[in-house]
């Protein structure tokens, strides 16, 4: 079941928004669109964060960006 915060406690409109606009979009979209997102983002808050391709049968071996 998706609980939500109550509008009136501490959230304003905006983050009650956002917050539900989140839980839609990861419940509606593919792994990749996910990753492509999650990229997007990380580019932008960590200036060395590398992407990293999947190969073969093993993937990326759940790493995500230059730490791996």
């Given at each position: ?6 509008v ?25 669109e ?12 960590w ?17 995500d960006?230059?730490g791996?």
């Open positions: 079941m998706l609980m939500l915060p109550d009136n406690e501490k959230y304003s409109i905006t983050l009650y928004h956002h917050n539900l606009w989140w839980r839609v979009f990861c419940a509606e979209c593919t792994s990749t996910f990753q492509r997102y999650f990229e997007m983002i990380a580019e932008q808050v200036p060395g964060f590398t992407k990293v391709k999947p190969w073969g049968k093993v993937g990326d071996q759940k790493c960006g230059g791996c």
